[in-house]
């Protein structure tokens, strides 16, 4: 889960109780106040009823309605003496029974009162709801007990609606709480994105550039100090490597130019023996190979450190005529039979010597990886849209699909024995990825079951 969901849910599930908790405090407010209303009438009926029994405490019983503070016929009222005898009782008790609940002296009671026999605000199933309280007292000798309700169905049905009414307002305040929140932590989040966004631009080729840091001094800009500070340090080691790398091949080129000298000016002696002439070829084949592999070294060095390039128009398609030439007596030696299909109408803007190192590259890792016998070579080169797209594919043995990938790496073989006797050097690969990275296009491998390996080049054309 993002961390900009987190934050919402946090935000919302916080913001979401607090609401029902004061949805709950306000209700409960809203509820107890009519609810100590009506307590307080039914209280003030009792003291009446109790008054007017206090004056007349002898049998017979006997109570004038027309001096209680409100119609008796509003309320369910009944009187006992401590026998259980009824000494009173008020119209509404003709309707339905309100039975007592032990130690209760408050309570609510649900009874179902037809709406033909009288109405008191029943709901649909004529089911009404009554508050009632429990008062004893002694009046003279006796004990008197008063139990007296008030239909509150009304008051039930306005509190639902107020029920149904809050629950709405939750729900609608939760939908707004939650796009707040979402808002809130993306504006939070957002320089977290932005380092996230240039973080990944940041590459060993573009180390120079720096995550801004604002002025706040918050934690994320302490982060994107750090951050920076870790790049000075990267930026620094790339270059002391690079340069190290540049420097050993420099100083490696001169001894082993001169040693392959001296071994080709002894190879010139026709006095030699046969079995020091072989050991002299031998050493020479290695040495030539180290040269080879000092050259690959400074040019990877040169265009690791290069930035830019100078662009100019050139046709991909004689530069690569141009190398098949060049290739000629080696496709022939070696019986690869080539088949090609190249646009010759393509003005391409590049640098005419990286495009042709990077042909040369190719094409001849397509030839040294061929097929001992029978081998096929095939070179597309089709005009698309907004680019170009070049195609090079030879027999040959299938590449796992563990090392795909991997093939454009430095010094990455994929059978290190069949590479060192064709002479490679693991790094013709890795430097065409850096030519067409400087040309802002793309380069892949595909190893197809039937036996061809295909190298894909895309370049855009402007």
């Not at 509003?74 to 006992?80: A, G, P, V």
């Not at 046969?274 to 050493?283: A, P, S």
Request: charge should be neutral; aromatic fraction near 6%.
């Amino acid at each position: 889960m993002k961390i900009r969901h987190k934050i919402t849910l946090w935000i919302s599930g916080v913001a979401f109780v607090a609401a029902v908790a004061f949805s709950s405090i306000i209700f409960w407010e809203i509820l107890e106040e009519p609810v100590r209303l009506i307590d307080n009438e039914l209280s003030h009926m009792a003291i009446s009823l109790l008054e007017q029994a206090n004056k007349n405490s002898q049998s017979p019983w006997t109570f004038d309605d027309s001096r209680l503070p409100y119609p008796a016929e509003r309320y369910w009222i009944k009187i006992f003496d401590e026998d259980g005898r009824v000494l009173y009782s008020s119209s509404l008790t003709r309707y339905t029974d309100i039975p007592p609940v032990k130690n209760k002296s408050r309570y609510y009671t649900e009874k179902n009162i037809k709406r033909e026999q009288i109405n008191l605000q029943q709901d649909k199933y004529d089911e009404i709801l009554f508050r009632v309280r429990v008062f004893t007292r002694q009046v003279g000798s006796h004990q008197v007990t008063i139990r007296i309700a008030r239909p509150i169905e009304e008051l039930e049905q306005e509190l639902q609606e107020l029920v149904r009414e809050i629950l709405a307002w939750l729900a609608i305040s939760t939908l707004l709480i939650v796009a707040a929140s979402y808002t809130m932590a993306g504006k939070i989040l957002s320089p977290v994105v932005t380092m996230n966004r240039l973080a990944r631009e940041i590459t060993d080729k573009s180390l120079d550039k720096r995550l801004p840091v604002g002025k706040n001094h918050d934690e994320l800009d302490t982060l994107a100090t750090s951050l920076n500070t870790m790049f000075d340090r990267l930026r620094h080691s790339f270059d002391r490597q690079r340069e190290f790398i540049g420097n050993a091949s420099h100083e490696l080129k001169s001894p082993l130019t001169l040693l392959v000298l001296s071994q080709e000016e002894l190879l010139l002696n026709s006095e030699l023996p046969l079995d020091m002439r072989q050991d002299l070829e031998r050493q020479l084949d290695t040495m030539r190979r180290m040269s080879k592999l000092i050259r690959n070294l400074l040019d990877l060095s040169r265009l690791e450190q290069q930035e830019t390039i100078t662009l100019e128009p050139l046709n991909p398609g004689a530069i690569i005529e141009q190398v098949l030439d060049d290739y000629q007596d080696m496709l022939t030696a070696t019986g690869i039979t080539v088949t090609t299909d190249l646009a010759q109408d393509i003005s391409l803007p590049g640098d005419v010597d990286k495009i042709l190192r990077l042909c040369i590259n190719l094409i001849d890792n397509a030839i040294r990886y061929n097929d001992a016998k029978n081998g096929q070579l095939t070179i597309l080169l089709t005009k698309e849209k907004q680019h170009i797209r070049l195609e090079v594919a030879n027999t040959g043995k299938i590449i796992p699909p563990q090392d795909v990938e991997r093939v454009f790496e430095q010094f990455y073989r994929v059978e290190k024995s069949r590479s060192i006797a064709h002479g490679g050097s693991g790094l013709g690969l890795t430097i065409s990825k850096r030519i067409v990275e400087m040309h802002r296009g793309t380069i892949k491998i595909s190893s197809e079951k039937e036996g061809w390996t295909r190298i894909t080049v895309i370049l855009p054309l402007g």
